[in-house]
Nanobody, 127 residues
Framework: QLQLVESGGGLVQPGGSLTVSCAASGFTLYDYAVGWFRQAPGKEREAISC?????????NYADSVKGRFTISRDNAKNTVYLRMTTMKPEDTGVYYC???????????????????WGQGIQVTVSS
């Protein structure tokens, strides 16, 4: 059974850090580009970051998180991570990872580019 599971969410204070994970089971994540998205209440799902397939040599970040968030992948663990630092209340939302199989060393911050999604995990930044 193919599964994509996010974990590591929770409550963090403004200025704090948190790492969320996107783990694949039932298939190899190596061939897939992976994107992280978030959705705040009443808002559209927005792209946060993405990493290319294979060795993840290409990454992209939304301007709102550039310099604060870092995406990485560990193919041995079949997992992609999003390290979030200097967090702000506006980072609050449900975080989703999406995947698309890709032979290109690039990725896109476009929701429609991704074919399969995890169930999402809540991240709340509040004092």
């Amino acid at each position: 059974q193919l599964q994509l599971v996010e974990s590591g969410g929770g409550l963090v204070q403004p200025g704090g850090s948190l790492t969320v994970s996107c783990a694949a089971s039932g298939f190899t994540l190596y061939d897939y580009a992976v994107g992280w998205f978030r959705q705040a209440p009443g808002k559209e799902r927005e792209a946060i970051s993405c990493i290319s397939a294979f060795t993840g040599e290409a990454t992209n970040y939304a301007d709102s998180v550039k310099g604060r968030f870092t995406i990485s992948r560990d193919n041995a663990k079949n997992t992609v991570y999003l390290r979030m630092t200097t967090m702000k209340p506006e980072d609050t939302g449900v975080y989703y990872c999406g995947i698309t199989i890709s032979r290109l060393h690039m990725c896109r911050l476009m929701k429609n580019w991704y074919d399969y999604w995890g169930q999402g995990i809540q991240v709340t930044v509040s004092s």
